[in-house]
């Protein structure tokens, strides 16, 4: 599972690497010096539990990781479990592991410490290489688009030369070997160019041919895979079951509210291209699959299609879907209108629709918590993608803000709506990383673990449970009296 590859950093990185960084240690001091209440839902060990929401964002998930040790280390622990494509990976390697109670994250960090990045990028070699410049060279197109530049400048140079010696060499015969070298530079050049062409066409009928996606993402599937087999997830019902299980609960004092009604939940949001749908799994499993059949179905996948980034990794497709059952069609038909589902379905990451999903766990009809939602946003964004002079902006600028507004929409629509939530959302700051950097360095890594870390800690000295359960009350009364 963590076999090396010539990218790989020579020193094989350790869980205490990250552990023992002298910013996540101060963290860690800092929580467990000044405790905070967090929570009215108690564990037997004093521990408080909370439902936890993780955002995507491509490798920058190893801050989010960062972010749940430093929570973990404050005594906290998590009944539900909810993201998208990186925060996907995070959740499903935290939802695995038995018993609540204890902490995860040190499964997690031994995973993350385990893991060479660069092995995700599973696709032809070339790709891989094209997407190492993009990536890691900020001058990379500008490199692409100055070769092409000189290419068409040299190929005007030698056709205009080419029309000059044949010209001239009928007046000047000892030009007549120039113009045959000039020829022979022509063919090259009508050869290099034909093989190149050949090779981009070829390629882009691989492309096509692997549903646009650059790499297949099999060694990530395979990844998820086994840590869920290890950890004794082989089935739907595995996973619905381990994440279903609570641990022995209670309330604090002096509220009297039950706990009995509190279970665990795992959620992971993927987005699906033909009926053009945002679906929750493992909840919405049986759209796809009778219960006599739902072991077909792979409890890894789900992870797999949260993080199918578009273009980045091939599209993930849940194939044979029994369209002539017809409790699956009333399935269909209830959450989507759809009086009969498609024969196959092909999901995309789940960030095209929520890369956030905060709403998941929100129960409007709840007037005091006894637990708080709490989330980790990953904020990427730079000082300059905040100007408010859209005439300034260029045209890479301008799609990427028009596909933001498309993908941001839902999970801002419902914060506007639901104010409060944003309390319980802590903010990690990792402008400085490209999401997609698979080939981050060991120094990086660690780095990105430490900014989570930071982030948790500046979070819980921030938070105030009883404000969070003030405003939610008034909120809901709010809505009583508007309804």
């Known amino acids: ?103 995860k994250s040190d499964y997690l960090i031994s995973a993350l410490a385990d893991l060479d990045l660069f092995r995700l990028v599973d696709g032809h070699p070339f790709a891989r290489m094209l997407i190492r410049g ?8 500008k490199r692409i688009r ?39 530079l022509i063919g090259l050049y009508v050869l290099v160019a034909g093989v190149t062409g050949a090779y981009v066409s070829s390629l882009l009928k691989r492309l096509k041919t692997a549903g646009f996606g650059i790499n297949p993402g099999d060694f990530f599937y395979d990844w998820v895979k086994a840590h869920m087999k290890a950890n004794g997830i082989h089935t739907v019902g595995d996973l619905e079951a381990r994440a279903a299980t609570a641990p022995a609960l209670k309330i604090r004092s002096p509220r009297k509210e039950p706990v009995a009604d509190l279970k665990g939940d795992v959620v992971f949001i993927a987005s699906e291209l033909v009926t053009q749908n945002k679906f929750e799994f ?34 993930y497709y849940i194939k044979d879907i029994p369209g002539n059952d017809a409790g699956v069609n009333a ?59 859209p005439e300034q902006w260029s045209f890479a600028g ?33 402008a400085e990383y490209n999401w997609l950097n698979f080939f981050l360095t060991n120094e990086q890594k660690i780095d990105l673990f430490a900014i989570g870390a930071e982030a948790a800690r500046k979070f819980l000295d921030e938070f105030d449970w009883s404000a969070y359960k003030g405003d939610r009350q008034t909120f809901f009364l709010q809505q009583q009296n508007e309804s």
């Open 282 to 315: 493992p909840a919405m499993a049986n759209l796809f699959r009778t219960a006599d059949k739902m072991n077909e179905l792979q409890p890894a996948g789900f992870v797999r299609a949260s993080m199918s980034i578009p273009v980045f990794f091939e599209s």
């Open 134 to 141: 993009l990536v890691q060279q900020p001058d990379f197109m």
């Open 1 to 103: 599972m963590s076999a090396k590859s010539p990218h790989q950093n020579k020193k094989q990185l350790t869980p205490d690497d990250f552990k023992n960084d002298p910013r996540v240690s101060a963290c860690v001091d800092q929580v467990r010096a000044h405790p905070k209440i967090v929570s009215d839902v108690l564990g037997e060990q004093g521990e408080q539990y909370v439902n936890l929401v993780q955002k995507g964002g491509g490798v920058l998930g190893v801050a989010l990781v960062g972010y749940v040790y430093v929570l973990e280390q404050a005594g906290i622990r998590f009944l539900k479990l909810a993201g998208t494509s990186a925060g996907a990976i995070n959740t499903s390697l935290m939802a695995i592991q038995e018993d609540k109670s204890k902490t």
């Open 398 to 430: 301008y799609l990427g803000r028009m596909f933001n507004t498309v993908r941001f929409y839902y999970d801002k629509d419902f914060g506007l709506k639901n104010r409060i939530m944003n309390l319980g959302v802590g903010k990690v700051p990792v």
């Open 331 to 389: 399935l269909w038909e209830e959450q989507f209108n759809l009086k009969a589902p498609p024969d196959t379905v092909r999901f995309v990451d789940g960030g095209i629709l929520s890369n956030f999903p905060v709403n998941v766990f929100y129960n409007k009809d709840i007037e005091v918590p006894r637990l708080p939602t709490l989330g980790i946003d990953l904020d990427d964004s730079k000082p300059g993608d905040k100007q408010d002079e």
């Open 146 to 184: 100055n070769l092409l530049r000189n290419a068409l400048i040299f190929l005007a140079l030698i056709l205009v030369s080419a029309f000059v010696l044949l010209g001239l060499q009928h007046k000047y015969p000892v030009l007549g070997l120039a113009t045959c070298f000039v020829f022979i």
